[in-house]
Structure formats: C-alpha cells, structure tokens
C-alpha cells in the first residue's frame, strides 16, 4: 500500500493550492482517510478527513470554510482544496487511512492512521 502526496508549493496569503493524494495498492472507498499537516517544531495534526464511502466529512476549526475535502474512488484520489491560505498554513501535509474506524471522528486520533505518504510541502508567504 501506498500513498503519495503531491500539488504544494509557494502562495502568497490569500491564495489557493489543491493537494492530492493518490493511493495504490488498496480498494479507497473502503477507508477514511485524513490529511494531516505538521509545522516545524510543532506536533503533527488533523486537518481534513473523508469517511468510508464518502459519507462524512469533517475539519479542524483552524480551516473550516477555507479547505474542503474530496475524493473519487475511481481514480483512487483524495484531494484538499484550500483557498484564503494563511501562513499559519505552512507546514508538510500528510495524507493517511485509518485502518481502525470507516467514519471520521470530529477530531481524527493519528495512531489510528497509517500508511502515511511523504507529504508535500506548502509554504505561504509574501
């Protein structure tokens, strides 16, 4: 199984990125899967997370209204749109399945998450 991350880069505040996350080697819609992000010198957290199915979504207070999550089974790919980026943005975002649980909790636990990518870098600044 695999996960890979891809679609960060440099953004002025206010911009818009869309990561993906395209998976192998496993059948999607039968997991949740999250992103995460991690800043430097900070604990890696829970950011968006898409239920088994497609049937629930959730977000951290920090982007509701600003990021949306999605994902087509078909293509085996979740992304995240994020529009108004902030700095307080910046950090490596991770995306991972959770091999515990279908649907997402309101805040996703990471040690039930688990075949994490190598995340992608976002950066905003002016």
């Known amino acids: 199984v695999q996960f890979v991350e891809s679609g960060g880069g440099l953004v002025q505040p206010g911009g818009s990125l869309r990561l993906s996350c395209v998976a192998s080697?496993?059948?999607?819609?039968?997991?949740?899967v999250a992103w995460f992000r991690q800043a430097p010198g900070k604990e890696r957290e829970a950011v968006s997370c898409?239920?088994?199915?497609?049937?629930?979504?959730v977000y951290s207070d920090s982007v509701k209204g600003r990021f949306t999550i999605s994902r087509d089974n078909a293509e085996s790919t979740v992304y995240l749109r994020m529009n108004s980026l902030k700095p307080e943005d910046t950090a490596v975002y991770y995306c991972?399945?959770?091999?515990?649980?279908?649907?997402?909790?309101?805040?996703?636990?990471?040690?039930?998450?688990?075949?994490w990518g190598q995340g992608t870098q976002v950066t905003v600044s002016s």
């Open positions: 991972a399945a959770n091999l515990m649980r279908r649907r997402c909790v309101e805040t996703p636990r990471k040690y039930e998450y688990d075949y």
């Open positions: 898409s239920s088994a199915s497609d049937t629930s979504t």
């Open positions: 080697g496993l059948t999607l819609r039968d997991y949740a």
